[in-house]
Each structure stands twice: as structure tokens, then as C-alpha cells.
Nanobody, 123 residues
Framework: QVQLVESGGGLVQAGGSLRLSCAAS????????MGWYRQAPGKQRELVAS???????NYADSVKGRFTISRDNAKNTVYLQMNSLKPEDTAVYYC?????????????????WGQGTLVTVSS
């Protein structure tokens, strides 16, 4: 079974920084893409940033220049460095892994989600 465990959320003042981490556990052969989504109260879940196994990245316009996604393929871990945080960044942040292949069996998970970590930015 593959699980994603997030850490690093918390309360920060506007203009501050936080770093989120997400580690995938289980017998994993490969993960195509990993990313971060967020969901604010009363709003739909939205993509924040994603990164492929080859290192190609994609960002929401609202976080470009402020957030940086990175990945350690050997550790099956993805990070989100968030700088210059704004109150509108307040949300539950979810880690996502796309197209996960399990070692030895070749079983494929199309998507795996973490449990979410709360980021609160005060003004």
C-alpha cells in the first residue's frame, strides 16, 4: 500500500515562509509526477505546483515567483518552499502522487493523496 505523509504546515505571518514536505511510503518502483494542491474554505481544490520525475515544473499563476517545488526521487519526497506568504494562501495543502508503480508487482495507482496539512497566514 502506498501512502503520502505531509508535514510542515502551521501558522505564519504575512511575508513569512514555510516549507512543506511530503514523503511517499511503501514499496514504490516509480512515481511519474508529484504535486501540491490546496483547498481554502468554501473553494474548490486547486493545483499549486507539480513536478515530474524528470524535473519539469508547473505553477499556478498566483504562486509563481514565490513558491518553489522540488523533489528527491531517491527518497520519493516532494517539497514546497513557500516564501512571501499572503493571507490568501491560507488553505489545507494536499500532496498528490500521479501514476505510482509498486515494486515487484507492477501494480499501478493512478493517483494517491495525502491527508492534508493546514497553512494559515495571518495579516
Amino acid at each position: 500500500q502506498v501512502q503520502l505523509v505531509e508535514s510542515g504546515g502551521g501558522l505564519v505571518q504575512a511575508g513569512g515562509s514555510l516549507r512543506l514536505s511530503c514523503a511517499a511510503s511503501g514499496s514504490i518502483f516509480s512515481i511519474n509526477a508529484m504535486g501540491w494542491y490546496r483547498q481554502a474554505p468554501g473553494k474548490q481544490r486547486e493545483l499549486v505546483a507539480s513536478i515530474t520525475s524528470g524535473g519539469s515544473t508547473n505553477y499556478a499563476d498566483s504562486v509563481k515567483g514565490r513558491f518553489t517545488i522540488s523533489r528527491d526521487n531517491a527518497k520519493n519526497t516532494v517539497y514546497l518552499q513557500m516564501n512571501s506568504l499572503k493571507p490568501e494562501d491560507t488553505a489545507v495543502y494536499y500532496c498528490n502522487a500521479y501514476n505510482v508503480v509498486v515494486a515487484h508487482t507492477g501494480y499501478r495507482y493512478l493517483e494517491v493523496w495525502g491527508q492534508g496539512t493546514l497553512v494559515t497566514v495571518s495579516s
